[in-house]
């Protein structure tokens, strides 16, 4: 177990240099960010220049991917454009992020994984039916409409919740925007719970778990269940770093300010420094997510095991 | 894995029980504490200095927190005194002012003439960035401190002397006779000594002399503005203060504002402009700001400076039906431009309606003839680029195309050529790599006739992209700095600008509006000319 695991962190060097010289690059060749900050003027050259300087920019592209790499293995990322340390930003939005991907996961499990069990125990039944036909409907729904019809609804129509999340962004105000990030995901989880269960309901240890007269919950959770939610275990783990990721749809109608705002101004505004650093954080969730979902399986099913 | 779920269970339950009283406490809107406005707000660009923030986000900050010398009247725009009790010249180079007594930073600190002089010399100063820094390029010795290339040779600026606590003198290395009234621009506030001592202390709780204290800033999220009891101008402020919400989608900030979550939001996103007179009635406000949108060619490429193309750039304008588009695409929050500067500046100020004359009317029969006389469009095709990540750029950039196609009776004479962001936009124009034409789009930094001819057209200037130049414009904008009369100087300047009309280096195509809407819990909710609300006047029911 031990060595597997410093096998698989081994294994991450090379992705997550890689995946960082791509993102450097790819925002290297959007063009001369300094320029987008004079406005409708051009900078007058000898403060571009120093601009140029202050932000590394005047050096080739692999020398400042050698350097910025070098320092943020001191743990300095550097600094954005409005003169804040990428880390004070990181710390201001990760916490929110993190939380509002909590509220989905949560979701996901609860939900996805309680209609997951109904459906595939009562499969071909009018409920089974009636999940299907829906989560078909979320996931068709793209997740700003899906966003911006709840916030119409709940936060003008009705004046349930408000429209957008206070800067504090607390549990309570998550809850919408995590719903409505969770629905595809959740959609999924439960058709992949429906499928598994109904697979493995069948399968011989279930009967013979029946035939031992265990009571029909005890089968279920013990031996059905924990059997059937290795592929969903697998999903929710990547799923993890997509949900942190791919909030910027939902941090935006929210007015969320997270990893997705965070990165989508660092886009706009060209900030590598921004975006690198975020994105490197990212790359690690990604890896360390998919490591626990390995590790995970070990637990779930006995047969497997790491040397 | 057991303990696991229980645990993730029990933060559910906690959860919906945090949400039961969120919903039981929702109806209080968003009013902390009577008399505090709240308000949409986007990230600040660069840091709060005043010599370092050139777009409006920060400015409407620096205008709640600073008062400089002059300030410009929300109302007429006309430059008046504020901290100056007067600025005195006689030969329109030579300056005197003399500050008011009795006026403090919020922290206590008298404000001196030396308070002026350091900040002026803090923003002149290339090693200390600030993008403002070339609002200081009149005064002498500036090429001395910000020199264009290497390291500057001087501390200070030598055309400021500091005479006693209350005078100073500028001295300018040319004419500007209108130049007190530049003063009003925020680069020019006065910075306290806390400034100096603590930058990055300073910069996390600006501190200043205006109507308003920063109370709390999050950086990126929110700040909030309390008012100073003890502000001695005139211009205290109407309210208990205001709360600065960053939005990023200012859709949110409009659904925010309908479900009386927010109070005012200033930048009415385009595509609720159709329903904002519906939704909001007489709370909806939409006033002309000191913007100018324009199509912009490139002198830089031969084939735009042949003789006979200024009869091509004539056509492409009279190809443009002006009126139709900001009726369809901006809803009447713009409208059509027939001259270079801004309908804010008033006649007096150098405003002229139809200066452009013909040349900026409709007339599809009159464009398609003048284009095959002038040797038709370089290249058989009009090329107009814009950044599509801002704004609904893309959208009135097809429909001009669309109206220049249908004038010229060609499917393909012109076409938009969207770049990706902003910045990459100005990278590619400001280092002349542009092959066609572009949007070029003009907001004032004061209400002078000067600002929106001189930065734009003169030879050289800073904003001068398409690299325009012209012997005859450039005589008579350095005339009309050096008079000291001011409606001589605006009559010159008009002079110069009727040169435009004929070379059209630049199609006028729009002036902008400022909108914005409001909740019914304020009233006296005005934009002034820049499109910035006076937060001041702001009063809450």
Redesign the interface.
């Given at each position: 177990m031990g060595r597997y695991v410093i096998r698989r962190l081994l294994q991450m060097i090379p992705v997550f240099i890689g995946a960082t010289l791509l993102i450097f690059l790819m925002v290297n060749v959007?063009?001369?960010?300094?320029?987008?900050?004079?406005?409708?003027?051009?900078?007058?050259?000898?403060?571009a220049l120093?601009?140029k300087k202050?932000f590394g920019l005047d050096k080739p592209v692999w020398q400042q991917y050698l350097t910025y790499m070098g320092n943020v293995f001191t743990g300095d990322f550097g600094t954005a454009?409005?003169?804040?340390k990428v880390t004070?930003?990181m710390s201001?939005a990760f916490p929110v992020t993190i939380r509002l991907t909590?509220?989905a996961i949560?979701f996901e499990?609860?939900i996805g994984i309680s209609l997951g069990v109904l459906t595939g125990l009562r499969r071909g039944r009018p409920i089974d039916t009636a999940v299907l036909l829906l989560t078909l409907v979320v996931i068709s729904v793209p997740t700003f409409v899906t966003g911006l019809v709840l916030?119409?609804l709940l936060?003008?129509q009705w004046?349930?919740?408000?429209?957008?999340v206070s800067?504090e962004a607390?549990?309570?105000?998550l809850?919408v925007p995590g719903l409505v990030l969770a629905s595809v995901s959740l959609a999924y989880v439960t058709r992949l719970t429906r499928t598994s269960i109904a697979e493995n309901r069948r399968a011989d240890y279930v009967r013979t778990a029946i035939a031992k007269g265990l009571p029909r919950r005890r089968v279920i959770t013990r031996h059905l269940l924990r059997n059937s939610l290795i592929p969903v275990v697998t999903f929710i783990g990547t799923d993890v770093g997509a949900l942190m990721g791919g909030a910027i749809v939902t941090?935006?109608?929210?007015?969320i300010?997270g990893v997705g705002?965070?990165l989508?101004?660092g886009?706009?505004?060209?900030s590598t420094q921004t975006v690198v650093g975020f994105v490197t954080v990212l790359v690690l969730v990604f890896l360390v997510a998919n490591l626990i979902v390995d590790l995970l399986y070990a637990?779930l099913d006995p047969r497997i095991r790491y040397a | 894995?057991g303990g696991a779920t229980h645990a993730?269970?029990a933060?559910?339950a906690?959860?919906v029980a945090?949400?039961a009283?969120?919903?039981g406490g929702?109806?209080s809107g968003g009013g902390a504490g009577s008399g505090i406005v709240s308000s949409s707000w986007g990230?600040?660009?660069?840091?709060l200095e005043p010599a370092n923030t050139?777009?409006v986000q920060g400015g409407k900050i620096l205008d709640m927190i600073f008062r400089g010398l002059k300030r410009y009247d929300p109302r007429t725009g006309k430059a008046e005194d504020m901290v100056a009790e007067s600025i005195e010249t006689e030969d329109a180079r030579n300056f005197t002012v003399t500050i008011k007594d009795g006026w403090t930073f919020s922290n206590g600190e008298k404000i001196t003439a030396k308070s002026f002089v350091d900040a002026w010399n803090y923003g002149a100063h290339?090693?200390n960035?600030?993008?403002n820094?070339?609002f200081f390029g009149y005064i002498e010795g500036y090429d001395k401190v910000?020199?264009?290339?290497g390291e500057p040779s001087a501390e200070t600026l030598s055309g400021l002397k500091v005479v006693d606590d209350r005078t100073f003198t500028v001295r300018l290395s040319q004419k500007f006779s209108t130049w007190p009234d530049t003063l009003g621009y925020p680069a020019f506030a006065p910075l306290p000594k806390a400034f100096y001592d603590d930058r990055e202390a300073w910069?996390s709780k600006p501190v200043g002399n205006g109507p308003y204290t920063v109370d709390s800033y999050?950086?990126?999220?929110?700040m909030s503005l309390r008012k100073w009891e003890e502000y001695p101008g005139d211009d205290k402020a109407q309210n208990g203060g205001v709360d600065m919400?960053?939005?990023?989608?200012n859709n949110?900030?409009y659904?925010?504002l309908?479900?009386g979550?927010?109070d005012l939001v200033d930048d009415v996103p385009a595509a609720q402009l159709k329903n904002a007179k519906r939704d909001l009635g007489d709370r909806y406000i939409n006033t002309p700001a000191g913007i100018i949108q324009t199509l912009a060619f490139p002198f830089y490429d031969s084939e735009w400076t042949k003789p006979g193309r200024e009869k091509v750039r004539r056509g492409i304008s009279m190809a443009i039906n002006r009126e139709q588009i900001t009726e369809t695409i901006f809803q009447k929050t713009r409208t059509p431009a027939s001259d270079w500067t801004s309908p804010v500046l008033g006649a007096d100020g150098g405003f002229q309606k139809g200066l452009c004359g013909k040349a900026c009317e409709y007339d599809a029969a009159e464009a398609r003839k003048l284009v095959e006389e002038g040797g038709g469009i370089p290249g058989g095709r009009l090329k107009v680029t814009y950044n599509a990540?801002?704004g609904s750029h893309k959208e009135w950039v097809d429909a001009l195309c669309n109206s220049v196609n249908k004038a010229l009776g060609k499917d393909k004479a012109c076409i938009g050529d969207p770049v990706?962001?902003?910045?990459?936009?100005?990278?590619?124009a400001?280092?002349q790599q542009l092959d066609g034409a572009w949007r070029?789009?003009?907001?004032m930094d004061y209400p002078l006739i000067q600002n929106f001819l001189e930065?734009n057209y003169f030879t050289d200037a800073?904003?001068n992209?398409g690299k325009y130049s012209d012997e005859e414009f450039d005589r008579l904008v350095n005339e009309a700095n050096g008079e000291t009369d001011t409606a001589k100087a605006v009559g010159t300047f008009q002079d110069a600008e009727k040169i435009l009309a004929e070379d059209m280096p630049a199609i006028p195509l729009w002036y902008q509006n400022g909108s914005a809407g409001y909740s019914e819990r304020v009233s006296d909710v005005s934009l002034n000319q820049f499109s910035v609300p006076v937060y001041d006047q702001i009063k809450v029911e």
């Open positions: 959007m063009g001369d960010p300094v320029a987008g900050l004079c406005g409708d003027r051009k900078c007058d050259p000898a403060t120093r601009l202050e454009f409005n003169g804040q004070e930003l201001a909590l509220v949560v499990i609860v916030q119409l936060g003008v004046g349930v919740i408000k429209p957008s800067s607390p549990y309570d105000e809850l941090e935006r109608i929210f007015n300010h705002f965070q989508y101004q886009i706009l505004r060209q637990v | 894995m993730r269970w933060a559910c906690v959860t945090l949400a009283t969120a919903c929702g109806g990230d600040p660009q660069n840091p050139n777009e290339l090693d960035n600030q993008k820094a070339y910000h020199p264009e290339k910069l999050t950086k990126g999220s929110q919400r960053v939005y990023t989608d949110t900030a659904t925010d309908m479900a979550n927010l990540d801002t990706g962001t902003f910045a990459d936009f100005r990278g590619k400001s280092k070029a789009g003009w907001q930065p800073p904003s992209d």
